[in-house]
C-alpha cells in the first residue's frame, strides 16, 4: 500500500499530461483542420472566378484587337458561363460559410467585377449581333434605303 501511495502523484502526473497532450491536439487538429478548408474554399473560388474571366475574355476576344486569348462563340460561351456561373456560387457560398468579414467583402468585390465584366461582353455582344443585322439588311436592301444614285437598272 505505500508503494501505491508513493506511486500515486506520479501516475497523477502522468494521467494529467495525457489528458492535456490529447485536449491540446484536438484544438491544434480543429484549428489546422478549419484553416486548410478555408485555403481550400478560397482556391476553388479564385479558381472558379478566373475561368469565368478567362471565358469572358475569350467571348469578347474577337471585338479585341490584339487579344491573345483563343475566341469562343458567344452562344456557346455563354452557355457555358452559366455552368461556371454555378461553380462560381458554389464556391462562394463555402467561402462565406469558412471566412472573415474582410475576406467575404474581398471576395463580393472580385465577383462585382466578374458580373461587370460579363455585362460588358453581353452588351457588347449584342450591339456586334445588332450591326451585323444592319449590315446584312443593307447589303440585300439597298433599295429601301434612298434613292438610286448612280446605280444602274
Known amino acids: ?4 501511495l ?12 495525457v ?7 484536438m484544438v491544434t487538429d480543429a484549428a489546422r483542420w478549419r484553416r486548410e478548408r478555408f485555403y481550400d474554399a478560397c482556391l476553388r473560388y479564385t479558381t472558379a472566378l478566373r475561368r469565368y474571366a478567362q471565358l469572358i475574355a475569350g467571348i469578347t476576344a474577337s471585338r479585341r484587337p490584339g ?17 461556371l456561373d454555378r461553380a462560381v456560387t458554389d464556391a462562394w457560398e463555402e467561402l462565406c460559410l469558412l471566412a472573415d468579414t474582410d475576406t467575404v467583402r474581398a471576395a463580393r468585390r472580385m465577383r462585382a467585377a466578374a458580373k461587370r465584366l460579363e455585362e460588358t461582353a453581353r452588351v ?7 450591326q ?3 449590315v446584312e439588311q443593307y447589303q440585300f436592301e ?5 434613292p438610286a444614285v448612280g446605280r444602274r437598272r
Not at 500500500?1 to 501505491?4: Q, Y
Not at 508513493?6 to 499530461?17: I, W
Not at 489528458?19 to 491536439?25: K, N, S
Open 67 to 83: 487579344a491573345t486569348t483563343p475566341p469562343v462563340g458567344s452562344v456557346a460561351g455563354f452557355a457555358q458561363l452559366a455552368d
Open 19 to 25: 489528458v492535456g497532450t490529447l485536449a491540446t491536439t
Open 1 to 4: 500500500m505505500d508503494d501505491l
Open 6 to 17: 508513493a506511486q500515486l502523484p506520479a501516475l497523477v502526473g502522468v494521467t494529467l499530461g
Open 124 to 130: 457588347d455582344a449584342a450591339a456586334a449581333l445588332d
Open 142 to 146: 439597298p433599295h429601301s434605303l434612298g
Open 132 to 134: 451585323d443585322e444592319w
